[in-house]
């Protein structure tokens, strides 16, 4: 069996050192964190794309509304069960987060593309 050295002694150096890079991961995981909690406002929202669904008829915003819901309520649980393990709040928001803020995006569009065509679109159970 192998015997390894038990490498560098602890001195003040070591702990800065340790400390800052603590510190560097927590002001990471709060930047991330922070951008998660952008605005729902389609002003602000670096997702949405103005018009994306303006040419479509009232049959192709109910379809398409149908399948992004779906998808909203897919990527919520993955996001919900990323957060219930350890540092799963910084991989749900670098690997779901950004298509979960798209999928919302695109379903407020599409519900202010059905509201200007006057489409009957049924809402979603517990939509805002």
């Not at 490498?7 to 800065?16: C, S």
């Not at 994306?52 to 649980?77: H, M, N, P, V, W």
């Not at 991989?91 to 569009?109: E, G, K």
Request: glycine share 8%; aromatic share 6%.
């Amino acid at each position: 069996m192998e015997r390894h050295s038990p490498g560098r002694p602890l001195t003040r150096g070591n702990m800065r050192q340790r400390a800052l890079r603590g510190l560097a991961m927590i002001w990471f995981a709060g930047m991330v964190s922070a951008c998660t909690a952008l605005s729902d406002n389609d002003a602000l929202s670096i997702y949405a794309a103005p018009g994306k669904y303006d040419f479509l008829d009232c049959q192709s915003i109910t379809s398409r509304l149908a399948g992004s819901t779906a998808r909203e309520a897919q990527l919520k649980d993955l996001i919900g069960r990323a957060n219930e393990a350890a540092g799963g709040a910084i991989v749900s928001a670098m690997v779901y987060q950004d298509d979960y803020n798209t999928v919302r995006a695109d379903i407020r569009a599409l519900r202010k593309a059905a509201d200007d065509k006057k489409c009957s679109v049924q809402p979603a159970p517990g939509a805002r």
